[in-house]
């Protein structure tokens, strides 16, 4: 059953709800579904709703809600991924299989090693564009949320809750793996994964996150590539946690 994202609380059984422009366009021209059609879709508060499409247009989508539902298909622990910023593509490819995985929200950041660095102007409109990109995942993967993307920050400017474990990967790191260092944590229900750019972190960035109380982990012998250790890592701690 097709789902979508509802771009407000759908609210009770009966009403009649309107699809965003770009998922009219898709319902009717792409999927080309006719009224009476039932589909899937969440408000990404935490409930999904079964609707039975009535005006199928593709300038217009409505439907009736015929029953609200808690989602089931999210992790109850929410990871949030603090990616150094990447060249090119390579951060697209972090929001959308982070997003496949389960991450519940992104935290870009410029770290002293970070060699893309774009001017303000330009940090906006990548915000955008990963936020798309990480609904269009959402859609495609059946999450019950759209993970927020956040403003680029920087390493000094990164925020630390109080009370949330956070780790930070790092291959300096000989003492303590992932596993080791999960199996003492309880499990929580926010964890903060830090993830550095293509060079890895310089010491004292590390030794800066420690100050943070950030636990340093190896993932291992093997060294994975930039692009591909935020997504590996949060699934493995989902796994570690019984949700996956």
Request: aromatic residues 8%; without cysteine.
């Amino acid at each position: 059953m097709p789902k979508f994202f509802l771009p407000s609380t759908a609210g009770v059984v009966g009403e009649m709800v309107r699809f965003t422009p770009e998922d009219a366009r898709h319902i009717a021209r792409v999927l080309r579904l006719p009224p009476g059609t039932e589909v899937r879709a969440a408000d990404g508060r935490g409930y999904t709703y079964r609707v039975l499409l009535r005006t199928v247009t593709p300038q217009l989508v409505t439907g009736e809600v015929l029953a609200k539902e808690e989602e089931e298909s999210e992790p109850a622990l929410k990871i949030h991924l603090y990616q150094s910023l990447l060249k090119g593509e390579k951060m697209d490819w972090v929001l959308q299989k982070g997003t496949e995985v389960g991450i519940f929200a992104f935290q870009p950041f410029l770290s002293s090693r970070s060699v893309a660095r774009p001017e303000p102007a330009q940090a906006g409109k990548k915000q955008n564009r990963w936020s798309r990109i990480a609904l269009e995942a959402a859609k495609q993967s059946q999450r019950g949320i759209i993970p927020a993307v956040r403003p680029l920050a920087t390493s000094e400017t990164l925020p630390w809750p109080a009370g949330v474990p956070a780790l930070v990967a790092w291959e300096g790191e000989q003492e303590k793996n992932l596993r080791q260092v999960l199996t003492a944590i309880p499990k929580p229900e926010e964890l903060i994964l830090v993830v550095g750019p293509e060079g890895g972190f310089a010491r004292d960035e590390v030794e800066f996150f420690m100050d943070r109380d950030v636990l340093p982990v190896s993932l291992g012998p093997r060294i994975l590539r930039a692009e591909t250790a935020g997504p590996v890592t949060a699934a493995l701690i989902l796994y570690h946690y019984g949700e996956i």
